[in-house]
């Protein structure tokens, strides 16, 4: 059975930084494409940022492009999202996402996901 766990949400001052993690098993890890989304009350997920399999390449959505960082641990079966220069408009839950995307920020051609990671930044 596949599972995706994220952890490393919190609450972080304006200009702040985390780093989620999202730790996956009972799949080919490697073999899959990794995405990271959020989602706010009302609206639907929206795409932050992707690893392909074996981090052949990465993208970002234009609010992500030169704040977030994804990199991806084979050893560990984990991918990372490293956040920093937070904005309070990056409050959300951050859902990570498996499977083999067309359009790696759509969330429509995902297999599987895990169940959030709350991230607050406020002051």
């Known amino acids: 059975q596949v599972h995706l766990v994220e952890s490393g949400g919190g609450l972080v001052q304006p200009g702040g930084s985390l780093r989620l993690s999202c730790a996956a098993s009972?799949?080919?890890?490697?073999?899959?494409?990794i995405g990271w989304f959020r989602q706010v009350p009302g609206k639907g997920r929206e795409g932050v940022s992707y690893?392909?399999?074996?981090?052949?390449?990465?993208s970002y959505a234009n609010s992500a492009k030169g704040r977030f960082t994804i990199s991806r641990d084979s050893a560990e079966n984990t991918v990372y999202l490293q956040m920093d220069s937070l904005r309070p408009d990056d409050t959300a839950v951050y859902y990570c996402?498996?499977?083999?995307?067309?359009?790696?920020?759509?969330?429509?051609?995902?297999?599987?996901w895990g169940q959030g990671t709350q991230v607050t930044v406020s002051s």
């Open positions: 009972g799949l080919a890890f490697d073999a899959h494409g």
């Open positions: 690893s392909s399999p074996r981090n052949a390449y990465t």
């Open positions: 996402a498996a499977g083999h995307p067309t359009i790696p920020l759509i969330p429509n051609d995902y297999d599987y």
